[in-house]
């Protein structure tokens, strides 16, 4: 039986988007011109430490897949382009 491949870049890029916009209440344009180095934690307001969890929960539950509290880090959430490659890293080892 095959592995399902992972989703493509852009489709992760979109429903990364589609978090952001949903857990933090941001504005769509505002979450459609982050680039890969926007800054998120530390940054943007909305993304405080309480956020945080809420924010990983809902990319769990939209990738289906689980993030170790090992895994967290201050590096992972400082850029948009941080938070995505560490999405497509874990659709591809998970």
Known sequence: MDAA???SRAATDNTLRAVLVDTLALDEA???DFEA??????HLPELDSMAVA???TE???RFDFTIDDDEIDGEMLETYGALLAF??????TD
């Not at 999405?87 to 591809?92: D, G, N, P, S």
């Open 5 to 7: 491949l992972p989703p």
């Open 30 to 32: 505002q979450v459609a």
């Open 37 to 42: 180095d926007t800054g998120l934690f530390g």
């Open 54 to 56: 809420t924010l990983l």
């Open 59 to 61: 990319i769990e539950d």
């Open 87 to 92: 999405i497509e890293m874990k659709l591809v």
